[in-house]
Every structure is written in C-alpha cells, then in structure tokens.
T-cell receptor, first 116, second 113 residues
C-alpha cells in the first residue's frame, strides 16, 4: 500500500490559535479523509476531501472551524481554527486504495494536539 | 446510518489464552467489514477485512474473523495470544459502495506475559 505521513506528529497550542496539519501520500489518491480521535473515544469522521472540489463535512463539523485544502492528488491539509481545550485530540488522515477491485482505507500516523 | 458496537472496552488475557472480541453492527444493507489494530505508539493498521465470499476471513498475525450475517456480527478471534498482541482493536463498517467508515469505540487488549 501507499505510504502516508502527517506533520506535525504532535503539538501543544494555546487557546484561540489555529494549527494546520499536513497529510502527504506517496501516490495519487482520489479520496482522502480526516478523522478525530478524542481521548478514550473512537474515530469520528470530520470530512471527506476530494481533489478539485470542496470538502464534504459530517454532521457536527463545519468548514469555518475545520477548513480543509486538497490542492492535488497526494496532499491535503486540515486546519483546526480558534482552538479550545475541547479540540485536544488525535487527528488522522486516511485515503482509499483499490486493491483487486475492493476499496480499503489506510491511515496516517496521526497528529496529537493538546490545547491549553 | 450505520452503527458499530464493540462489547468489551478492556480485555486482559494471559499469554496463550484464546481471544474473541465481539463486534456487532446495525445496517439494513450490504456492508464491508474491517478490523483495525493500533499498537502502542503506532498508527492504525488494517488487520483484516471482509467484502464478500467466504465469511471466515484470515488476517495478519494469526487473526481471523467470521461474518455472521444473521447476527450482524463480525467477531475477531485468535487461538493463542502473545504479549505482542497488546493493542487497541477497532471494528469498522461501511455500506457497500460507500467509502465512509463507521468505527466502534475500540477494545483495549492487554496480554500479560
């Protein structure tokens, strides 16, 4: 499968600031996703990002708070805006790869965000 | 919308014990099913998946899972666990033809040597 990386791997931020997380895949992929994993919780999908179109957000997530860019088929960014301690979480990107006619989702290593 | 339920939040086993982690989903249509594993300090990895065909699927590291459609279940099994299996295990499902995954809350497995 393709290799997926995220930057930064972790950060500690002050309330009210913003952080942009980068996700890089080493091959071209059509669909990329951003998830949040809050402490002790499962993964929750934030949005789907396809190149050339606006991201599609899940219920409870809005573009003003989590703007996403997808400038090409190998890269995406997620910004966590105007952060509060409730945004402390692990943020993961993922992509779909078709193998033998079936789609499987692969995940990046995650960005651990702590908001003070 | 789909939902996924994992029965145990924490499981503690001794090495060589057998493992079964429960996963049930709710969705009326055809689904694809996955188990992911997250070892301490590592990122989420695909353990195994079911799309169609034989309902008993085998994954990496000796894990297997059985899809029982009538029970809406996809339980993960391993006959003899090792200390290195200590990890968090997530069951996930998506509706056939859709990419969006719905995850269970995860089961933390601790294997004592």
């Amino acid at each position: 499968s393709a290799v997926i990386s995220q930057k930064p791997s972790r950060d500690i931020c002050q309330r009210g600031t913003s952080l942009t997380i980068q996700c890089q895949v080493d091959s071209q992929v059509t669909m990329m996703f951003w998830y949040r994993q809050q402490p002790g919780q499962s993964l929750t999908l934030i949005a789907t990002a396809n190149q050339g179109s606006e991201a599609t957000y899940e219920s409870g997530f809005v573009i003003d708070k989590f703007p996403i860019s997808r400038p090409n088929l190998t890269f995406s960014t997620l910004t966590v805006s105007n952060m509060s301690p409730e945004d402390s979480s692990i943020y993961l990107c993922s992509f779909i790869q078709e193998i033998f006619g079936t789609d499987t989702q692969y995940f990046g290593p995650g960005t651990r965000l702590t908001v003070l | 919308a789909q939902s996924v339920s994992q029965h145990n939040h924490h499981v503690i086993l001794s090495e060589a014990a057998s493992l079964e982690l429960g996963c049930n989903y709710s969705y009326g249509g055809t689904v694809n099913l996955f188990w992911y594993v997250q070892y301490p300090g590592q990122h989420l990895q695909l353990l195994l998946k079911y799309f169609s065909g034989d309902p008993l699927v085998k994954g990496i590291k000796g894990f297997e899972a059985e899809f029982i459609k009538s029970k809406f279940s996809f339980n993960l099994r391993k006959p003899s666990v090792q200390w290195s299996d200590t990890a968090e295990y997530f069951c996930a499902v998506n509706a056939r033809g859709y990419s969006t995954l719905t995850f269970g809350k995860g089961t933390m497995l601790l294997v004592s040597p």
